[in-house]
């Protein structure tokens, strides 16, 4: 089952424009992740936020946490048309040592 | 680049057959996980393996196995293939036992298609 549920499934905007993404979790966390997709390739990891963090900047990219609310977001600002790709949010399991994935937000930016 | 590659890039394989498919951590690192990505949703975990040892398993039957050998390169193999393991499987390498706790370093994954 998934944990993290990505909120949209797909977005499509404007070069410049700002892109925002949202992940729900169900259960308490460690930390929280955030990956991106190329065209059915490899992940790439972009951010991780820990659970005592609210948020965290990284270049264009913003992420925050809510453990109240159990959710995170995503915010790529001035987006670019290579920021095109899918994002997924991940948890780490407690116990199992996996990293659970949401299905994914696709971006298309629009050159 | 992340350091981690995967072989073969794709595959073709019948029903019935067997696969193993293969994966090359960073240097250093001691975990190893594999996940299946079926077209269109989230990775899926397989197993993890630390140190040479299964170090958890995702709800996945026994005919996937895999193994981790002591120059960080690993295997994952799928026996008596069906039409639904159809996926891109991946590989992601981090450091410590709770490897998901960290980043995870993936490869560029192995598409395989079962027919």
């Known amino acids: 089952s998934q944990q993290g549920e990505e909120d949209p499934q797909a977005l499509s905007i404007q070069e410049g424009e700002n892109a925002t993404m949202n992940c729900s979790y169900k259960?308490?966390?460690?930390?929280l992740q955030w990956y991106r997709q190329n065209s059915g390739r490899g992940l790439v990891h972009l951010i991780l936020?820990?659970?005592?963090?609210r948020e965290k900047h990284s270049g264009r990219l913003r992420v925050t946490l809510d453990t109240s609310k159990k959710s995170s977001s995503l915010l790529i600002t001035a987006s670019r048309a290579a920021d095109t790709a899918s994002y997924f949010c991940?948890?780490?399991?407690?116990?199992?040592?996996?990293?659970?994935f949401g299905q994914g937000t696709t971006l298309q930016v629009k050159p | 680049e992340t350091g981690v590659t995967q072989s073969p890039t794709h595959l073709i394989k019948t029903r019935g057959q067997q696969v193993t498919l293969r994966c090359s951590s960073q240097?250093?690192?001691?975990?190893v996980s594999w996940y299946q990505q079926a077209l269109g949703q989230g990775p899926q975990f397989i197993f993890q393996?630390?140190?040479?040892?299964?170090?958890g398993r995702g709800n996945f039957p026994p005919r996937f196995s895999g193994l981790q050998f002591p120059n960080y390169s690993s295997e994952l193999n799928v026996n008596a293939l069906e039409l639904d393991d159809s996926a891109l499987y991946l590989c992601a390498s981090s450091l410590g036992e709770r490897g998901s706790y960290n980043e995870q370093f993936f490869g560029p994954g192995t598409r395989l298609t079962v027919l």
């Open positions: 991940a948890t780490p399991s407690s116990n199992t040592g996996k990293l659970i």
């Open positions: 936020i820990r659970s005592n963090e």
């Open positions: 240097s250093g690192h001691n975990t």
């Open positions: 393996y630390y140190r040479e040892e299964e170090n």
């Open positions: 259960t308490s966390i460690n930390n």
